[in-house]
T-cell receptor, first 112, second 117 residues
């Protein structure tokens, strides 16, 4: 089975802090994604990556950056956390082509 | 731009009964894929079923089936013989068939399904 692992299940940070959310997949997938999930808004794509060191903006990239130095790891970075970034963050991966995405368990991030 | 709409924020069904969750989408593309994902309280999103737009036959997976109406841009999920473990948030999602190597998903806002014993 595909395993997508997010480093933290719950995280509490303060405004202005630099926050790193880590995601690792074990199936050699080319594509990796970061979503944000908010009640009433569903999942919205923040950034995705289709190869090492390659990244593209999703629908809501403002305030976020990403890093993909190795194929199996995709990091989401909040450069200066703000309270409006309190949310559930979901990582996903998939192989190339018309294959479904596999999701991690999510990180519930609170910015105080 | 493509959009996905789930008009039922919450639904409830009795155990062993059948329930249908609605999803409509808007696109000008002819090649695309549609998905239903389940997110139980454990939070991990699980793929329930997928449908290719070029296939006329409705997809089925055990107790889960879809009613895909391409002209109406409707993609509803039917759960038969509902079980307590079906209680979850259900998301409808769209993916373009023209996305190239990547396969970005566009999600609806979700329907929270409760199953009553």
């Amino acid at each position: 089975d595909v395993k997508v692992t997010q480093s933290s299940r719950y995280l509490v940070k303060r405004t202005g802090e630099k926050v790193f959310l880590e995601c690792v997949q074990d199936m050699d997938h080319e594509n990796m994604f970061w979503y944000r999930q908010d009640p009433g808004l569903g999942l919205r794509l923040i950034y995705f990556s289709y190869d090492v060191k390659m990244k593209e903006k999703g629908d809501i990239p403002e305030g976020y950056s990403v890093s993909r130095e190795k194929k199996e790891r995709f990091s989401l970075i909040l450069e200066s956390a703000s309270t409006n970034q309190t949310s559930m963050y979901l990582c996903a991966s998939s192989p190339l082509g018309n294959q479904p995405q596999h999701f991690g368990d999510g990180t519930r991030l609170s910015i105080l | 731009a493509q959009t996905v709409t789930q008009s039922q924020p919450e639904m409830s069904v009795q155990e062993a009964e059948t329930v249908t969750l609605s999803c409509t989408y808007d696109t000008s593309e002819s090649d695309y894929y549609l998905f239903w994902y389940k997110q139980p309280p454990s939070r991990q999103m699980i793929l329930v079923i997928r449908q290719e737009a070029y296939k006329q036959q409705n997809a089925t997976e055990n107790r889960f089936s879809v009613n895909f109406q391409k002209a109406a841009k409707s993609f509803s999920l039917k759960i038969s013989d509902s079980q307590l473990g079906d209680a979850a948030m259900y998301f409808c999602a769209y993916r373009s068939g023209y996305g190239g190597a990547t396969n970005k998903l566009i999600f609806g806002t979700g329907t929270l399904l409760a199953v009553q014993p």
